[in-house]
């Protein structure tokens, strides 16, 4: 419980950081919400000139955007050191935190607020809300597909970042691992056929992020739901365990920096 | 005069084939945005018929193929390391040399771009090769190679002029994903600009960006050759250039005058 309200004040502590110099936050969120309109212009365009993909509509399309920007705005806004583990393994940054009282990941987390894709977050719901039919059922499965799709981003960059503990480097793996997943969730699922959609489902789960929670919120069925919620706490844990697997394996950097 | 600045180039050049691991990196990167627009282009095409605007599936492959090739060759983030550069003073420390500070930085930008255009290319083409046969326009390929060149230095050009703002705007670095999306959309990297409305072509045709990834990627793909392309991408290169000069310079004064 203790350890828990440490983590809720060090978030705190990481948005009020964020938020602290108020002309860059709403620059860079404002900067992004503008990237985003610019991926749906792109969308936009392409339904007007070629109707539907593969049984893929705009409005689906949409909804697809919608959950992707939800997704980065959680996992990559509030949790911005979920991709960067590998880096702060290099730069000894880990040494400082593992003298902490709190689990080292998921301090290190929550330590972090990324201020432009805040505007993601703001982003995505309101996409939803304009251009995906929201019910009230929907808006509960599209929480829900946005929550395990982040819960499936955030284990697959952290797991990718632990291999930094083991083989050295600065996290290239992950960085690559981060950018692969993000353009494969980027684009509707049924576009792809043979292997590369099974490595969506395996290796790289970009299925889980966007292509999954957009059937679930289009024909929702309980099956789809539990697979779901099973991959979302099934990768956290494999992530834990690859985390502690890693530290036992690392080594200090013998760079003493602030936590 | 040139000496410093050829000298910037060949080192830059360099210093990417001494960093395998990132070169690597970026053109995995690359290929992955390959698999996943060949994958979408087919669909689409399979959708239309077979033709999407003029373009087959595999005119549209070779059409990514060659517009991502000269976006990836760039830094994506080169506009925030500008605007780092010129925010910590990195910048009034160049200006003690005895050249110039915008021709050494692009100098240096052209020779880490040049290698990673020429990997970028060699890997797409094999791949698209593989995957949709012979580029459709071979006449006009050949002007690829010149053209992606000047794409290129259009872009790093325009790069300088836009991350000048930082002489006077604190915030300008967190400005450069807005200008990589102009370059994505209305510098035809993800779509040929014939898949726009009529009135957004007239508006991408009077800005620069399609110097930038659409001019190389139609002289592969589309037909009938247009090598005007690439006499219009050389008069804007001098234009961006010009502006990225007029911008240094301002700026320059204005850290003299004002401190950086």
């Not at chain 1, 860059?24 to 900067?31: G, K, N």
């Not at chain 1, 789960?205 to 789809?224: I, K, N, S």
């Not at chain 2, 605007?53 to 517009?67: M, P, Q």
């Amino acid at each position: 419980m203790t350890g828990m309200r440490a983590l809720l004040g060090t978030m705190r502590t990481a948005v009020v950081e964020a938020w602290s110099n108020r002309r860059s936050f709403w620059v860079q969120a404002s900067a992004m919400i503008l990237n985003d309109a610019a991926w749906v212009a792109f969308w936009g365009l392409f339904f007007h000139k070629i109707g539907q993909v593969r049984g893929w509509r705009s409005d689906q399309v949409m909804l697809m955007f919608a959950i992707l920007a939800t997704v980065t705005g959680i996992s990559m806004g509030l949790l911005s050191n979920a991709r960067k583990l590998g880096q702060l393994v290099a730069d000894g940054q880990l040494d400082a935190v593992l003298t902490l009282p709190v689990d080292p990941l998921a301090y290190l987390l929550v330590r972090r607020v990324d201020t432009a894709l805040l505007g993601d977050l703001a982003f995505g719901p309101v996409l939803f809300a304009v251009a995906a039919h929201p019910t009230p059922q929907r808006t509960v499965l599209y929480v829900l597909g946005a929550l395990t799709g982040s819960a499936v981003f955030v284990s697959f960059v952290v797991m990718l970042g632990s291999v930094t503990m083991v083989a050295g480097g600065r996290g290239e793996q992950a960085d690559l691992g981060f950018q692969a997943l993000l353009i494969l969730a980027s684009y509707p699922l049924d576009v792809f056929g043979g292997l590369t959609k099974l490595m969506m489902f395996t290796v790289i789960p970009a299925a889980f992020l966007t292509g999954v929670p957009v059937h679930l919120v289009d024909h929702f069925r309980w099956a789809t739901l539990a697979a779901m919620l099973g991959v979302a706490v099934g990768s956290m844990l494999l992530a834990g365990v690859v985390f502690r697997a890693g530290l036992r394996r690392y080594r200090s950097g013998a760079l003493w920096t602030r936590a | 005069m040139a000496g410093p600045y050829a000298a910037a180039f060949a080192a830059a050049a360099g210093r990417v084939l001494r960093r395998p691991g990132e070169l690597a990196v970026r053109l995995l990167f690359y290929a992955v945005i390959l698999v996943v627009f060949a994958a979408l282009w087919s669909a689409a095409a399979a959708a239309t018929g077979g033709l999407v605007a003029g373009y087959s599936a595999a005119a549209l492959l070779w059409y990514v193929t060659v517009a991502e090739a000269a976006v990836v060759a760039t830094k994506p983030r080169l506009i925030e390391d500008i605007g780092v550069d010129i925010g910590t003073g990195a910048v009034a420390t160049e200006m003690l040399r005895p050249v110039s500070v915008l021709w050494l930085r692009l100098a240096s930008e052209l020779g880490e771009a040049a290698v990673r255009l020429a990997m970028a290319l060699a890997i797409g083409t094999a791949f698209t090769w593989a995957v949709g046969g012979a580029p459709p326009a071979r006449a006009g390929a050949l002007l690829a190679l010149p053209s992606a060149v000047l794409a290129v230095a259009a872009n790093l050009a325009a790069q300088h002029a836009f991350a000048g703002a930082a002489f006077w705007l604190s915030d300008a670095k967190a400005t450069w994903f807005l200008y990589q999306k102009l370059v994505f959309l209305l510098g035809g990297m993800l779509l040929p600009l014939q898949l726009f409305p009529a009135w957004l072509e007239r508006v991408a045709w009077v800005l620069p960006f399609w110097t930038m990834a659409y001019a190389p990627a139609r002289l592969t793909a589309g037909s009938p050759p247009q090598p005007w392309l690439l006499a219009a991408q050389a008069a804007w290169l001098v234009v961006l250039a010009g502006a990225a000069a007029v911008v240094f310079a301002a700026g320059e004064r204005h850290l003299e005058v004002a401190g950086g």
